[in-house]
């Protein structure tokens, strides 16, 4: 019977109150905790705000920073003033800032981005022009869906609009400045993605770049996904699109991730007018990924120095002044396939290269060796004389100055104003005292050497000795093989060997 008037007692109301004790604080915990740790930004209203979602702060300067929280500016609006992150999250308890847009705090990312203004600053970001400055970066914070503004930035080198910390994430954010972007400065684990930089539009003094990953230490596993880089062409010759480099040699860039981000000046702009912007420059990556990017206008598409067993494939580097892709320093052992490198060269730079694919390097014995270069694209290169102005240029695919050991097959290569593939050992035999051991094999080539005469610059009509769809000059030391090509159009020759040559076998190729 006790059993019974215990029940009777709580069915009919006597006990609620007992098992509210028991169950609903722990609920009312969880909802008290949810509704403290998100603060709400909605700079359209009147009064400065407690941060709640019914009573909004006005001011991102009235934000108090903490591990866990979350900061939420309302769509549609725009903020003019100070904003920077005072603190760091941790790996359990990130700081997030986004975006919000219904009256019950939920997102509508269909909507227009929150617009933040920074103000210029007379002479460094650490005023508030920027979100996180240099040694003040922050840590364990993900950043995502804003529309952040400067366009009165301090004229000075790496004004950056922020710095990002260890483990941060910056996503699908646009970025307006007229210096530099986002930089990641000795740091691990970040994130740059779905996000839109209009960016560099500073005086030629100073060097900035849209996404600069760099530092003087191993930095590991950072991710630059899916951006769109649009170089207005201001900053020095060093103002690239995306920059990645260590500054010490026995420093790498471990896990890099380069994969769907576009380069080039903006909208309505065919080249760049910074006639030495880089679209994509890595330096010192160890086994890094670049693979379907876009990058048009720009002096070179992607520019790689050093690093081993680094992964080009699937880019789109056409309509770049110089090279397509050019792979130098002590680099060894990438796979390079199935880029399309098109349309590259021609007469806006001094030195008039115009290649798709290049590999070389002035670095001595076996420092570019090594590589497969398979699948690859390469067609309508221009020929422009190069520094020698001697028909050297227009090249489909170059592998030259002591490049050794590479595996060139498989690709199509057509329509090039100089040769198809170039080998060019260099022709000093004492700093690079092996130039063979290629294997070039079943590549397709179509018409190639359609303008290559000498002294073009200055109106030559004089046919060059690069005649062929495939050149070999000063190629001598371990076995190289050409076999199996496939010529046709109205190429003068198959293969061209310079005499120099040592222990190249030609079999096959027709």
Not at 50 to 59: E, V, Y
Not at 83 to 99: E, N
Not at 114 to 120: A, E, Q, S
Not at 136 to 141: A, M, N, P, S
Request: net charge positive; with cysteine.
């Amino acid at each position: 019977m006790t059993k019974r008037r215990d029940f009777l007692r709580i069915a009919s109301g006597a006990g609620v109150s007992a098992c509210a004790a028991a169950v609903v604080p722990k609920f009312a915990r969880a909802q008290s905790g949810r509704s403290v740790n998100v603060h709400y930004i909605d700079p359209s209203v009147a009064g400065p705000g407690d941060g709640t979602l019914a009573n909004p702060f006005r001011s991102w300067t009235s934000v108090t920073w903490a591990p866990g929280h979350t900061y939420l500016q309302k769509r549609g609006t725009t903020y003019s003033g100070v904003f920077q992150v005072a603190a760091s999250g941790t790996a359990l308890k990130r700081i997030t800032i986004g975006a919000y847009s219904k009256s019950n705090g939920g997102d509508d990312t269909s909507k227009p981005k929150p617009i933040i203004i920074l103000p210029p600053a007379p002479t460094t970001p650490a005023s508030g022009a920027s979100i996180a400055v240099y040694k003040q970066e922050r840590d364990f914070v993900t950043y995502r869906h804003l529309d952040i503004r400067n366009s009165a930035l301090p004229e000075a080198s790496d004004a950056a609009i922020i710095w990002l910390g260890n483990y941060c994430v910056f996503e699908n954010c646009n970025v307006s400045s007229n210096c530099a972007g986002v930089y990641i400065f000795e740091k691990n684990g970040a994130t740059v993605s779905g996000c839109v930089l209009d960016v560099i539009r500073n005086g030629p003094s100073f060097g900035n770049q849209g996404i600069l990953v760099a530092g003087n230490t191993n930095m590991d596993d950072i991710r630059l996904l899916n951006n769109v880089v649009r170089h207005r062409g201001g900053g020095t010759v060093a103002s690239h699109g995306i920059r990645c480099e260590t500054y010490n040699s026995a420093a790498f860039i471990t896990r890099l991730v380069i994969r769907g981000n576009s380069v080039s000046p903006p909208p309505g702009v065919d080249v760049n007018p910074n006639r030495r912007a880089i679209g994509i420059y890595l330096v010192q990556g160890q086994a890094a990924t670049l693979d379907k990017n876009t990058v048009t206008g720009m002096l070179t598409g992607i520019f790689i120095n050093g690093g081993d067993r680094s992964y080009v494939g699937n880019n789109n580097c056409s309509k770049n002044m110089n090279f397509g892709i050019h792979i130098s320093g002590l680099a060894k052992s990438y796979i390079i396939e199935r880029n399309t490198c098109n349309y590259n060269g021609g007469t806006l730079t001094t030195t008039y290269y115009g290649r798709g694919i290049e590999l070389s390097s002035a670095d001595g014995q076996g420092a570019v060796s090594g590589h497969t270069i398979r699948y690859n694209t390469c067609r309508f290169n221009f020929n422009y004389g190069g520094p020698l102005d001697n028909g050297s240029e227009g090249i489909g695919i170059g592998v030259d100055d002591g490049t050794s050991k590479c595996s060139v097959y498989g690709n199509i290569i057509s329509n090039n104003e100089g040769n198809g593939i170039q080998v060019y050992g260099g022709g000093d035999r004492a700093k690079w005292t092996d130039t063979g051991g290629h294997t070039i094999d079943s590549n397709k080539m179509d018409s190639n050497c359609s303008f290559s005469v000498l002294g073009r610059r200055s109106g030559g009509k004089t046919p060059s000795q690069f005649q062929a769809h495939i050149a070999l000059a000063y190629v001598y030391g371990s076995p190289t093989i050409v076999s199996k090509n496939t010529f046709s159009g109205s190429t003068q020759m198959g293969v061209y060997t310079d005499g120099t040559d040592e222990n190249i076998t030609i079999v096959g190729s027709v």
